[in-house]
């Protein structure tokens, strides 16, 4: 047994879910793990995020955030903060994207995503938490230039020194609104769908733990252009239409050219993420979720607002989207 093995099994003894069957869970792209207590007095989910690499904090604070406002934050019914353990409610397995991929729920798929724009209209009009990172521009160029250095490596120094100067024109577009809760990960794999809770709280919420203070776009660009699953363009232009009918604060010209500019800025980063994932960890599982995400910055790139973008790529990198 492992000093790690022994920190959980204390852990768990103590949390009174000594006896309980453990049954790993799918996790995410990090080195958080998760396991479903199966056999204890109630049904808990236990998060173990090693604390060398990753700090439980944010999580628990985010969390305890999100339940005070009335979302459906997983309850945390113990942590041990130090330990990078926590033990939380377990809303269930019916995942937006499995909800509809397996149809193991009668839904439309119109319903859920409506209530999860729903969620954020009102999740980005509250106070955020205090001590929030700020996603800011150095912040947003550094998540960029992850692309160029995984996923284009291969380019010249002064090609990827132009490709951050185009960033560092068009960051200043995104800033449309009021800076507020930026989810960062909001999409058909971090979202629940609990139809027996009412309101706002049927939209079951999952890894939050990265939440930033920054532009409300950001965070319908995440559910609205996922890597891992189509949203065809008619609905996903019918939800943009829903939220900026419930933000009639904003521009809406204005927010459509940021929600353009951070697709691309997110599509970036993400196909360098999956680069690293597979050279680096040998996660190579991402590298299929590639193509549909060169599909969304081709669609990202034929906004007029991003002309010089698209012609970087045209002139150092063609997307070569699979047909």
């Known amino acids: 047994m492992t000093s790690r093995d022994a920190t959980l099994s204390t852990f768990l003894e103590v949390n009174g879910q000594g006896r309980a069957?453990?049954?790993?869970?799918?996790?995410?792209a990090s080195v958080r793990r998760y396991e479903r207590l199966i056999g204890g007095p109630v049904p808990m989910v236990l998060m173990d995020c090693p604390p060398d690499l990753l700090d439980v904090g944010p999580f628990l604070c985010i969390a305890k955030w999100l339940r005070r406002c009335g979302f459906s934050a997983p309850l945390i019914f113990a942590a041990d903060e130090e330990a990078g353990l926590a033990l939380m409610e377990d809303l269930g397995d019916d995942l937006f994207n499995r909800v509809l991929s397996e149809g193991v729920r009668s839904v439309d798929e119109t319903e859920l995503y409506g209530a999860a724009v729903d969620v954020l209209v009102v999740l980005q009009a509250l106070e955020?938490?205090?001590d929030l990172p700020a996603y800011d521009d150095d912040k947003m160029l550094e998540e960029v230039g992850r692309f160029t250095r995984w996923y284009a490596s291969r380019l010249s120094e002064r090609a990827?020194?132009?490709?951050?100067?185009?960033?560092?024109e068009l960051l200043p577009l995104v800033r449309v609104g009021p800076a507020a809760f930026v989810y960062v990960d909001y999409h058909a794999d971090n979202l629940l769908w609990l139809p027996e809770r009412e309101g706002l709280a049927r939209v079951g919420l999952l890894d939050f733990q990265d939440g930033r203070l920054g532009p409300p776009a950001y965070d319908l660009v995440s559910l609205l252009e996922d890597a891992r699953r189509d949203v065809p363009p008619a609905l996903a232009e019918a939800m943009v239409e829903r939220y900026l009918a419930a933000r009639p604060d904003l521009d809406a010209e204005a927010f459509r050219v940021a929600y353009a500019v951070l697709g691309a800025q997110r599509n970036c980063k993400i196909l360098g993420l999956f680069s690293r994932l597979a050279i680096e960890d040998g996660k190579t599982q991402y590298l299929a979720l590639q193509d549909r995400v060169r599909v969304h910055l081709q669609r990202d790139l034929a906004h007029p607002s991003l002309a010089a973008l698209a012609t970087w790529f045209d002139d150092h990198l063609l997307l070569n989207i699979a047909s």
């Open 128 to 130: 955020p938490p205090d």
């Open 21 to 28: 069957l453990r049954k790993r869970l799918a996790g995410d």
């Open 160 to 168: 990827k020194a132009d490709f951050l100067d185009i960033w560092r």
